[in-house]
């Protein structure tokens, strides 16, 4: 097999420009802004808008400095890879145990709320049934290989994209008062109470949430070892991120608020559909739930392909059983998407004879690790960029730009997220579990050096 469609790993470069394109945008818009977005606006008011130019922003960088690396060094295991080879064997552990692990616990509660979806249209189908349908059908397009993967999403993207643009679409012809009888103006952006309702506190909390809404989006970084061209597709789908936060996130939000008091957004239902509503569209609330299904399909097949990759190149380190390290003829970690895909099963079944607080923790790790994710990606770029040689540093073909200010910056924002989390009574248990969660993987850590 020639190495142009193989990378050194062993698995298949067959995702396109395309692909790449729309997974990075999938990576960004999930089922939270379809109906999570009210919560966020209910804290900051019209201001959210500043939170989510911010967030994007520090994102952004987040994303320069994974592919810096992505673009000299595409691996699958990515930033797990990364820390392993410039921060040391146990930043490599920790980093991809905990993404892997956040895929997971992102996979079970996508499952769940499916079966709530489905049940919308289908009251009497039991949510596991739905769960197990939708498990056997994305670990059947994984398992094909990864080009199959890239397709479905990219028509999963594609779908997401398509509602938001015509909600945004529906939204300008509401303000400018097409087809009714006065306009309606942008007014709403500064009534009842003002621009920052709930003043500094308010918006400084919401970057919380706000940041969180954005988890997904390193996925490009995983995709970078199947990339038919990773030095071409990486820079390109990275350097579009935060503009497309701020079409899709804030041009969004900002049409929302400016048609309804920011006070009664989600007190009547998704936002989303009371535009479509509003502007005669049959069946609005069908086709927004059509879309969240693909929504939560499209992040549960993500987190299939991120989590068989990462036990994947866990096990080319050594952190893994040695089992993750096999392909399929295919060349698909099958294995790592086989045994993922049946803890995820195991839980979601689990689900219905636990008490909810098991999913409280699962919940709780998950927003940590989120935090522990950006974190090392930001560390292990200054290391990877301290490693090399001035010339070393003139050959990069997607340099981080100012270097360590930039990664400072941000790396000083996710010690202000630990913090700002503190003041948040559904984020406190996190602060707790956190600290365990990173214990626990030291201690298998150093149980396993020892054998």
């Known amino acids: 097999m020639s190495s142009s469609n193989q990378n050194q790993e062993g698995l298949q470069r067959s995702l396109s420009e395309r692909h790449i394109q729309m997974i990075a945008l999938g990576g960004a818009i999930g089922v939270g802004l379809f109906y999570g977005s009210a919560t966020t606006i209910q804290m900051a008011g019209p201001a959210i808008t500043l939170s989510y130019t911010f967030g994007g922003f520090i994102i952004f960088i987040i994303m ?26 146990f930043s490599g552990f920790l980093t991809g145990w905990t993404y892997w692990f956040l895929w997971i616990a992102v996979g079970m ?136 936060v701020l079409i899709f996130y804030v041009g969004a939000i900002g049409v929302m608020m400016a048609i309804y008091p920011w006070n009664e957004i989600g007190t009547q ?54 089992m993750f390290a096999r392909l399929s003829p295919a060349g698909v970690p099958r294995n790592g998407i086989l045994v993922s895909s049946s803890i995820i099963l195991i839980v979601v079944v689990l689900n219905y004879l636990l008490p909810s607080r098991a999913f409280t923790i699962l919940s709780a790790i998950t927003t940590f690790a989120m935090v522990i994710t950006w974190t090392s990606i930001l560390v292990t770029q200054l290391k990877f960029r301290k490693s090399l040689s001035p010339d070393q540093v003139e050959q990069l073909t997607f340099k981080m730009p100012a270097n360590k200010l930039l990664s400072t910056v941000a790396l000083i924002f996710m010690g202000v997220l630990l913090v700002l989390m503190s003041f948040i009574p559904d984020m406190r248990f996190a602060l707790a579990v956190g600290p365990l969660w990173i214990l626990l993987l030291y201690l298998g850590f150093r149980l396993k050096g020892s054998r």
């Open 269 to 322: 239902g998704s936002p989303f559909v009371l535009i479509f509503d509003r502007i005669g569209i049959p069946a609005a609330a069908s086709i927004i739930n059509a879309v969240v299904i693909t929504a939560a399909l499209s992040s549960f097949n993500s987190g299939l392909f991120s989590t068989g990759r990462m036990l994947y190149n866990l096990a080319l380190q050594d952190n893994a059983p040695k």
């Open 64 to 89: 320069r400095a994974l592919g810096e690396m992505a673009t000299a060094e595409p691996l699958s295991g990515s930033f797990s890879a990364y820390a392993y080879r410039y921060v040391g064997p």
């Open 109 to 244: 509660a996508e499952l769940t709320a499916l079966g709530v979806y489905v049940n919308y249209w289908y009251p009497g189908i039991p949510h596991w049934a739905s769960a197990l349908v939708a498990l056997v059908l994305m670990v059947a397009v994984n398992l094909v290989n990864v080009k199959a993967f890239g397709e479905f999403e990219f028509w999963f993207a594609t779908i997401k994209v398509v509602a938001i643009l015509g909600m945004i679409a529906a939204g300008i012809l509401i303000i400018l008062g097409v087809g009714q009888a006065h306009p309606q103006g942008l007014s709403n952006l500064w009534r009842n109470g003002g621009f920052m309702p709930n003043g500094i506190s308010g918006l400084v909390l919401s970057l919380v949430m706000v940041m969180f809404s954005f988890g997904g989006v390193e996925l490009i970084g995983i995709t970078a070892g199947e990339a038919e061209n990773p030095q071409s597709t990486i820079p390109k789908a990275i350097n579009t991120v935060f503009w497309r």
